[in-house]
């Protein structure tokens, strides 16, 4: 029997790079990626992978049929929204409502996206996904704007899932070229790798739920296999455990055998800043069989044992601070 066929846009970037390899094995993957940020060095030889834009009608028609797409092509972070705020929206609301009515004239049964737990700002945690969502910057404006276009889509088009995730602070390998915008536990744990002190805004104690990206694909993919009809549904992608930012640099020293002390500044940022970060993870347990399974020590050892030149991370930042915003 032919393999199932499953679509992965931004599939060249951190979390697309680590679902398309956990599953080109047992799906025939194709990871559509216009490398404003990803690379496609983070894929396997088994992964397909096409360079075009996920906003591109042709490009899109090109590529045949789908059992299923997922969706995490777009302008992944609030920061990269300040320099050029209409093509980032444009970037990232454009290439949904492409990839929506591709898997839908393509008859593709499901469309999984990547939303934001940013959407929550500073609601107090645990985080569920029936609170109302707090629009504090242009990313979660575009998350928030997705989740109520895939709502009117399905209601027109019920026979196309759409399936929305809020990912929690999400680690792991694969997060290279992301630079200044990769996830804290990277950038901490390549600064330490040289020698460098963390920067830690205010005292340290705030919080996230740090989550690790295998744990992102394992919700992702029992959404993506369930033989149970969701039509469209949200969910929360955490761990249900919240770290300070010290106990992070804690674990970090602990895995590189080091004693590098955080350097503590007063915080810059002064508008949205979010102290505390923690899902509630009970509608994924109790709906798809969600549990996570990646603890945070172990998955920072991994992470650290993934980035084996730290001195290459530091010319990559510089790369992709360069090249923040999207044309
Ligand atoms: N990493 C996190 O902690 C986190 C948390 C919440 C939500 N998300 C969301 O998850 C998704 C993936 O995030 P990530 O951390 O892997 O970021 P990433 O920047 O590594 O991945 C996004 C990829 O999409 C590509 N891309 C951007 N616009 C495109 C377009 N129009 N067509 C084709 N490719 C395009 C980029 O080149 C990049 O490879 C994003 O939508 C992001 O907003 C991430």
């Known amino acids: 029997m032919a393999k199932k066929r499953i679509l992965v846009t931004g599939g060249a970037g951190f979390i697309g790079s680590n679902f398309c390899n956990t599953h080109c094995n047992t799906y025939d993957v194709t990871a559509l990626d216009n490398l404003f940020l990803g690379d496609p060095e983070h894929l396997l030889p088994e992964v397909t992978f096409v360079e075009g834009d996920a906003a591109d009608r042709k490009t899109l028609d090109g590529l045949g049929l789908f059992d299923c797409v997922v969706h995490f092509a777009g302008t992944s972070s609030a920061p990269m929204f300040l320099e050029h705020v209409v093509d980032a929206y444009r970037n990232s609301i454009l290439s949904y409502l492409e990839v929506l009515e591709f898997a839908n004239r393509t008859g593709a049964k499901k469309v999984l ?145 080091t004693n590098v002390p955080p350097r503590h500044i007063e915080n810059p940022v002064r508008e949205s800043y979010i102290y505390s970060q923690l899902a509630d993870i009970g509608k994924i347990r109790t709906m798809l069989g969600y549990e996570p399974s990646v603890p945070l020590e172990a998955g920072i050892r991994d992470l650290v044992a993934h980035t084996k030149n730290p001195a290459q991370v530091s010319a990559r930042d510089r790369r992709a601070q360069a090249n923040a915003i999207p044309t």
């Open 113 to 257: 996206y990547a939303s934001t737990s940013s959407l929550y700002g500073n609601t107090p945690p645990p985080l569920a996904e029936d609170q109302p969502p707090v629009p504090t910057n242009h990313y979660s404006v575009t998350k928030i704007a997705m989740e109520h276009i895939s709502a009117c889509y399905q209601r027109t088009h019920p026979q196309l899932d759409t399936i929305g995730f809020r990912f929690m602070s999400v680690y792991g390998p694969h997060e290279e070229h992301k630079g200044i915008f990769a996830n804290l536990i990277s950038q901490f744990a390549w600064g330490m790798m040289r020698g460098e002190q963390p920067i830690v805004y205010g005292d340290g104690k705030q919080t996230r739920d740090f989550t690790n990206v295998q744990d992102v694909v394992q919700g992702i993919t029992r959404a993506m296999e369930t033989k149970t009809r969701l039509g469209n549904q949200i969910f929360n992608i955490g761990t249900g455990k919240s770290t300070t930012i010290l106990d992070v640099i804690a674990a970090i020293n602990r895995s590189l055998g």
